[in-house]
């Protein structure tokens, strides 16, 4: 039996895989920092030792975006040399790894579908940071799969869909930026994507894009979270420099999923039918 090795496992995917986990002929051995601290970079290949993984999934972040552009080492560390870590590790030990990284890998000056060998140009420390990621797996793993993905949520953790469905019920109004495109990604979907893979004989190493399907502004995700949830809230679209934050977010960063689709035979859902789902559980959870 194959054992797995999940790391971030409180994380929003960690937690959608753990659900997954139970269905599977695996061992799932889940991490966070807890259990492994990723940060102790001198210890680290000796802990991944002791545990043994066949399989290596690597959910673990410093995803504060904006926390990122004041705390560049600890980001370094997690998003970066870690992985570097890792990734040396499975090579040396004939362990698959597989590596979660980001649409902010990208500058956001694209018009169109991003594939997976559009040029990377980050603009943030976060984005900076997970690509230096991306890097350090596919130098030191040649057969390292990289998912980038997107504007993740999930009924667990913190995210946009569970703040807006709170703040729709507490306020009148909200503002919600209109100029920043892409598309939502479901962890659950991801996860079973993930699943989906390492199931499969067929290891393709490379980098992948998944999110769900749609192109959206976090506007139209705001309302299309109103109506799901039926919240009477009045919704405004405003540009991003009426909400200015610390780290700059590209402004069109929609992955193309052909590839994951081909390659692997994923299925990759329309983004409205996976947040009423998510939305659905959440209301039943409460």
Known sequence: MKK??????????????????????????????????????????????????????????????????????????????????????????????????T??????????????????????????????????????????VVIRTSWVYSSFGNNFVKTMSRLMQERDSLNVVNDQIGSPTYAADLAQAIVTIIQQNNWSPGIYHFSNEGEISWYEFALAIQEIGGFECAISGIPSSDY????????????????????????????KESLKKCMDLLRTNH
């Open 4 to 101: 797995i090795l999940v790391t971030g496992a409180n994380g929003q995917l960690g937690s959608e895989l753990r659900v997954l986990s139970k269905n599977t002929d695996f061992e799932w051995v889940f991490t966070d920092w807890q259990e492994l601290d990723l940060t102790d970079l001198e210890h680290l290949a000796e802990k991944i030792d002791q545990i043994n993984p066949q399989i290596i999934i690597n959910c673990a972040a410093h995803t504060a975006v904006d926390k990122a552009e004041s705390e560049y080492e600890l980001s370094d560390v997690l998003n970066h040399q870690a992985v570097a870590v890792m990734a040396k590790w499975s090579f040396e030990n004939q362990c698959k790894l597989l590596h979660i990284s």
């Open 103 to 144: 649409d902010y890998v990208f500058d956001g000056n694209s018009a169109t579908a991003l594939t997976e060998d559009a040029p990377t140009a980050p603009i943030n420390v976060y984005g900076r940071t997970k690509l230096a990621g991306e890097k350090a797996c596919i130098a030191q793993n040649p057969e390292t």
């Open 244 to 271: 200015p934050t610390p780290a700059k977010r590209p402004a069109y960063s929609l992955l193309d999923k052909s590839k994951i689709k081909s390659t692997f035979g994923v299925p990759v859902p329309y983004y």
